[in-house]
């Protein structure tokens, strides 16, 4: 019954910006912490951006200060706006719960390709 949906994935080129989306149903969302995460072709999946249900933030590395994840508890809804994107950004991207135990098996997610 719980799942997540991802969206707002494209084309886009250096430098180029998306927001991504991602509507959760069927639990209490405010509770979780949420994360987004990435998975490039032939490499393995790995953490982006999560958020804590109290809004607090945290970055990996490579998207620090480019990447911004926010969260609307009304709207069920975890975002991540995407700035001055680079090749190296092209990813299939995933929402769960930042919650190892209870984490949601892994969707279809959303593309993202950086590209000129």
């Known amino acids: 019954q719980v799942q997540v949906v991802e969206s707002g994935g494209g084309l886009v080129q250096p430098g180029g910006s998306l927001r991504l989306s991602c509507t959760v149903s069927?639990?209490?969302?405010?509770?979780?912490?949420m994360g987004w995460y990435r998975q490039a072709p032939g490499k393995q999946r790995e953490s982006v951006a999560a958020?804590?249900?109290?809004?607090?933030?945290s970055y990996a590395d490579s998207v620090k200060g480019r990447f911004t994840i926010s969260r609307d508890n009304a709207k069920n809804t975890v975002y991540l706006e995407m700035n001055s994107l680079k090749p190296e950004d092209t990813a299939d991207y995933f929402c769960?719960?930042?919650?190892?135990?209870?984490?949601?098996?892994w969707g279809q997610g959303t593309q993202v390709t950086v590209s000129s």
């Open positions: 958020i804590t249900s109290s809004g607090r933030t």
């Open positions: 769960n719960f930042n919650v190892i135990n209870d984490r949601l098996p």
């Open positions: 069927g639990t209490i969302f405010s509770i979780y912490p």
